[in-house]
């Protein structure tokens, strides 16, 4: 009789070790085992931790610590403040508004603010603010440039060529070297008027100023109590057609108050007191000669 075989051992996994085994080829199983599972506990037990009132005053305390350690460090103090792109005049505005103490650490600058406070001065079109090396605050501004002195109900005000005012002055002399547009209106109609003016150029010595009447078109206004009243498009030809003229026959030399140009094909004059009492004068003659 044979002997009897001891039962061999099953190699095979169990079933539970089997599905295991199977989960832990899923890329998704072993990071969440092996990183979020970890991570998980860590954050919760801090948070714990921290949600205790005596862990939020230990974390303010030293919170406190390390901000005032950071305001004491010499790369973190700003030494002064540099303006770039600004006038003198505008410079000294910005500084006298910002009132920054120097020297301070850039922990108490709140960049935003200043951009906010300089941007309100009617002559900045932009700015740019941040700290550089070597401790200092740049202020980078890109000015507005004026370009026409605007008489209004509220008085004279500097604009750009969009219509942003610049600036406000009290007297026409405080900018000489710039046309003046007066009325309600004209300050949306700059770019026009600035045209006007370039094309009036032989009159410059005796151009007083552009007046928007109605909001749609301009007067312009010459020494001698003149004025050219151009049409509502076209302006720059009707002004250039009565340069011509001028030219041609010194029209504007002689006692003519008005030169009505708002029917370019039909352009017509008033002439001035002197001129239509002599005219009144020589009609009477030319009457009395033909009785």
Known sequence: MCAMRAP?????????????????????????????LPMGVIGGGIG???????SQELVRSIQVAVMAR??????????????KGASPELT?????????????SVLDL??????VKVSA????????AHVVLGGALMLEITQRKPVVIWRNARGLALLDEEGHRVAVTERRDGAPELPLIAAAGA???????????????????RLRGLIRQGERRWDVALTGDQVIQLPETGAVAAMERVLAMDEAGDLLGRDIRVIDMRNP???????????????????????????
């Open 265 to 291: 094909d039909r352009p017509t004059i008033r002439l001035g007191d002197e001129a239509f009492a002599y005219l009144k004068t020589l009609r009477g003659l030319e009457k009395g000669m033909s009785n």
């Open 48 to 54: 714990l931790w921290a949600s205790q009132p005596g």
């Open 92 to 104: 000294r505005e910005i500084r006298r508004v910002l009132d920054l103490q120097f020297p301070m």
């Open 121 to 128: 001065f009617d002559a900045v079109a932009h700015v740019d």
């Open 8 to 36: 061999r051992d099953d190699y095979a996994p169990s079933r539970i070790a089997y599905r295991v085994n199977r989960l832990w080829l899923s890329p998704i199983f072993r990071i969440t085992m092996l990183w979020l």
């Open 110 to 115: 709140d960049l935003d603010e200043i951009r």
């Open 70 to 83: 950071m305001r004491d460090q010499p790369d973190f103090q700003v030494k002064q403040m540099a303006v």
């Open 187 to 205: 300050e949306d109609a700059i770019p026009e008027a600035l045209a006007i003016v370039a094309a009036a150029e032989p009159l410059k010595d």
